[in-house]
């Protein structure tokens, strides 16, 4: 039938009746627009669904090192939730290259609790649940991309990704601290590899880090190459020296331009797997 479930829950053919979820709290970059739907399955949108010409714009929402926040959304297509997590990236802007470290992670869930299916048809709507995260105490002050990425249960298999700028606030901290945190797992899409979930699953992040959410459900392990989401002091002790012995100065201010030339290369290689 043209409407039954499985059609209804498709995102990708069903976009135009019923929208999908969008970031609401923080407030997301005003440009590039946030589009409905999830990334594009070759990658051209990620991250943050960048798009040529568009410049990432948007007033960054303050966030003290060490304070709860609040995670909201928008819209009531939630797929029977899934898997979220909450990562940064200090680059400005975020590229494709740019590792986002994850600070918080919900498995299962995500973005809404105990849904089998859609919670409605309002593309409009303020989502119900809402999710607390706390900023790291230890990582670098500055100013910052956070990212909402999420790996539906219901539906196709998708990613999708919602950006917000933020500014970090807060003394100390340093960028062995957040090159520890493991990086967001990306899956379904071209930058992700050969890394996929399965329906109807809750997805167990192969690195969750340690500030979890967890939700119960039907949890599972993504298939194929994930790369582990492994943290980057386990990556090698050829990365971590030559992050440390690069790193001295660059510690406390990533944000600036030099210190940011220092660390991205390490980070990148990190990465480098889906990219040759
Ligand atoms: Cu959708």
């Given at each position: ?13 069903a ?21 409905s ?9 990620f ?69 089998a299916?859609?919670?409605g048809?309002d ?14 105490e ?11 990425s999420?790996?539906?249960k219901?539906?196709n ?38 890394c ?11 690195n ?16 194929g ?38 660390s ?9 797997s889906?990219?040759?």
């Amino acid at each position: 039938m043209f409407f039954d479930k499985s059609f209804i829950a498709a995102c990708g053919l069903a976009a135009v009746a019923h929208g999908h979820m969008l970031l609401r709290v923080p407030a997301p970059y005003t440009s590039p627009q946030l589009q409905s739907g999830p990334l594009d399955p070759s990658g051209s949108n990620f991250p943050c669904q960048a798009q040529a010409g568009a410049a990432f714009e948007g007033t960054p929402t303050e966030m003290a090192k060490g304070s709860k926040q609040k995670m909201g959304f928008t819209g009531s297509a939630v797929h029977g939730g899934g898997s979220c997590q909450i990562s940064l990236t200090y680059d400005n802007p975020p590229t494709a290259q740019s590792a986002f470290k994850v600070i918080h992670s919900i498995q299962g869930g995500c973005p809404a609790r105990g849904v089998a299916g859609n919670a409605g048809n309002d593309p409009n709507a303020q989502a119900k649940d809402e999710y607390e995260f706390t900023i790291p105490e230890d990582i670098p002050a500055g100013n910052a991309t956070l990212a909402w990425s999420w790996l539906n249960k219901i539906g196709n298999r998708e990613f999708y990704m919602n950006c917000a700028p933020v500014a970090i606030t807060g003394d100390g901290g340093s960028e062995e601290a957040l090159n520890a945190l493991p990086d967001m797992l990306v899956a379904n899409i071209a930058p992700g590899g050969d890394c996929k979930t399965t329906e109807g699953v809750d997805i167990e992040f192969p690195n969750p880090g340690k500030s979890v959410e967890n939700n119960g459900g039907n949890l599972g392990k993504p298939v194929g190459n994930c790369g582990g989401g492994a943290a980057a002091g386990g990556a090698g002790s050829g990365a971590g020296s030559g992050a440390g012995s690069g790193s001295g100065a660059a510690a406390s201010t990533p944000a600036a331009g030099a210190a940011a030339a220092t660390s991205a290369p390490v980070v990148r290689g990190r990465r480098a797997s889906w990219q040759s």
